[in-house]
């Protein structure tokens, strides 16, 4: 898939339970496939689905939520949403148990303890209930068929690339590399997008990490400032997740040092932080767009009769700088704004979802 996705400038690179809402409805997609039995429908207003997500905490699930909804709303269905306050991985397992109960029309799920929700998704699958992964990969052995999330080595190597603009070709120092959730697929493959652009196109430089920084806002802060305070020279500091760019920007406030700094998400802290010169760039994986591509799907099985797709639905991703940075912090004023944002993005899509297909990631099945 292009990594350049509907018609923007060239610098845009693409790469608990109780909402219910309710709206007009939306057309099928076409598809192959999927986790239960097609061609049944159902009245909108009888179709129940759930969105897990990983906590309540940070802006990447925050936005697959409000996605979510706003798709719930389009589609005309109802939508229980659940999250833990705080990545809290057996917690989650349990909301999603939970979900198969009242949400038997489809689950959409994020995870960021993927080994944990094996057994429970193929428990689902078993009992014919519809799931659509989010942004981390189905695990191997959950039999779950459809994946909605990005291409992250892509998203990695993007974020490094715009970074090298301001880091000359002879440059020498070191650059320190942050992962809040070692191990998280998601992640890794971010940051193994960034050190194959920085290994080759900056061989004189030293890679420091990644570093553990660790997810909830708090650890993260501690676990910069230190990082900072150790490579007090460091040419750059860079992060996958959500947390690096809001914990950098008020280091950089309460110090009065200027640091150059690439992150990930649209947290309004980093925004601003983009703003404000802080924070150089952010990858966008927009979340948003997945939450509701994810639900789309799931509505459109249980009221059409329209099958899942099968495979790893691929959206786009984007980066946030200095020269879209308003154009982003108006998107993100309300959901009204998102939604309005990206209707042109999500109509394209769901109209022809085999070109945003292709075969799932590697171990996934």
Known sequence: MSLVRRAVPVWLVAIAFGVAACGGSGGSSTSSGGS???????????????MITATTTQNAFQEMAFGAKAAAGVEGIKLNSAAPNGINGPQEVQMFQS??????????TMTTTPDLFIRPFAQAVARGIPQVSVDTPPPAGSNVTTFVGNDNVALGAALANTMLQRIPANAKGEIVLGNPIPGLPVLDLRVQGMKQVLQQKRPNIK???PLNTGPEPTQNFNAWQGIVKAHPNALAFMDPGDQAAVSLARIQQQTGKKLLVGGADVDPIALQAV???????????????????????????ARDGTALPKGWWNPGASLVNSQNIDQILQRQKSNATRTAYYKATVDKELANPSAYLQPMPGGSK
Do not use: C
């Not at 979900?99 to 959409?108: F, L, R, V």
């Not at 924070?279 to 939450?291: M, N, S």
């Open 207 to 209: 890679l420091v990490g």
């Open 36 to 50: 239960s039995s097609t061609g049944q429908k159902k009245s909108a207003k009888d179709v129940s689905l759930a």
């Open 275 to 301: 703003k404000d010169g802080r924070v150089y760039a952010l990858a966008d994986p927009e979340h948003w767009l997945k939450g509701y591509i994810a639900i789309a799907l799931l509505a459109r099985q």
């Open 99 to 108: 979900a198969m109960q009242t949400s038997k029309d489809g689950i959409a």
